[in-house]
């Protein structure tokens, strides 16, 4: 899929306007770009996105939980804290949180809350706070 870049992309916004402004003109574009750029018929080929293969139906999946978090992101640092994006399990994430972050995005967790509310069945919710627990703090 093709979208358009941000454009200033490297200058810092100057106001939470322009910022909101800029998140959802790649909103936009980027449900515009799936809407001309992918088919029914499409959402079975397999795509790789970060490294992985995967079918282009959970790259769009994963596109809409990665723009819900980058939504949370946003404004999170409006009020100037410290959110990380380590997309890894809770031992890589934890150093980070330690060193430099003041959060960090846990993609294990969220997967298993989902999960957990779609099926109606725990999904490893208690198993991944214990994880988070023990490498975080």
């Known amino acids: 899929m093709t979208v358009d870049t ?7 916004p100057s106001s939470a306007k322009e910022m909101a402004d800029a998140f959802c003109k790649v909103a ?3 449900n515009e770009a799936v809407k ?5 018929q499409s959402f079975s080929e397999m795509t790789n996105v970060f490294g992985r293969n ?4 959970a790259t769009l999946s994963l596109l809409i939980k990665h723009i819900n978090h980058h939504r ?7 009020r100037q804290y410290i959110v990380g994006e380590v997309e890894d399990n809770s031992n ?9 972050l003041t959060s960090g995005f846990n993609f294990d967790l969220s997967n298993s809350i989902i999960s957990t509310v779609k099926n109606e069945q725990d999904a490893g919710i208690p198993r991944d706070l214990e ?3 023990d490498s975080y703090y």
């Open 36 to 40: 001309q750029q992918w088919t029914d």
């Open 28 to 30: 936009a574009d980027t």
């Open 92 to 100: 890589v994430i934890g150093p980070f949180l330690n060193n430099a």
């Open 131 to 133: 994880k988070v627990r």
């Open 6 to 12: 941000v454009k200033n992309a490297d200058t810092v």
């Open 72 to 78: 949370g992101q946003m404004t999170v640092l409006m």
């Open 54 to 57: 995967m079918p282009k139906a």
